[in-house]
């Protein structure tokens, strides 16, 4: 479903160079759900990044679904983005001026439907996630755990074949981090969703099928 090949990714600025991926190679099957980890500003982020299409290697090749997204064109790569991979962060990124039921539906702008069609997908997402109940509620008036299942909604709304988590419970405490993870997990399970989860936490690390492990950009597993 993914693959990366020798990727390497250097960040230049005027005065310093960071490298931030040395050498990493990983090929993830459909319908795997893994977890990356390793200390604070060991790259995690930056090869969830270039996995979902966000930001380009230095080096290397990226491979989502077997097609190789180098020759792709900004538009081609944001089409498919859209219609694969759904992302989730820790920071929830809503719009907090638009209720739960509208945040959800943004993903389906992109695509040509009508709005009683985005409405009635983006209300089976809510349902998906539990949050029936709240869907014209403002981000501001919901619980953090609620605020990331508005996340996944978003995410989810689409049916992309990939989510790309970045510390999703990063800023829950456990119970609400475990409800985040029961949801990954039936999406993982039931939708044969690929899912690729960054996190700090041990134990939820250890419920997905593999744990990669990143020190100073590169793989030490
Ligand atoms: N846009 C950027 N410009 C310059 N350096 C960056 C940028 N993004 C990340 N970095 C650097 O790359 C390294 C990896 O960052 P990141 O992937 O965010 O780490 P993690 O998610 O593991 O904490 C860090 O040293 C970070 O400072
Ligand atoms: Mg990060």
Known sequence: MIRLSTIEKVYRTAKIETIALKDVNLHIKRGEFLSIMGPSGCGKSTMLNIMGLLDQPSQGVVEIDSEHVAKFSDRKLARLRNA????????????????????VEIPLLYRSMSGSSRRKLALEALDKVGLN???????????????????????????????????PTGNLDSVMGAEIMDILNKLNQEEQTTIVMVTHDEILASQTQRIIRLFDGSQVN
């Open 84 to 103: 694969m991979i759904g992302f989730v962060f820790q920071s929830y990124h809503l719009i907090n001026d638009l209720s739960v039921v509208d945040n």
């Open 133 to 167: 109940a709240r869907t014209r509620h403002f981000p501001s008036q919901l619980s953090g755990g609620q605020r990331q299942r508005v996340a996944i909604a978003r995410a989810i709304v689409g049916s992309p074949q990939i989510i790309l988590a970045d510390e």
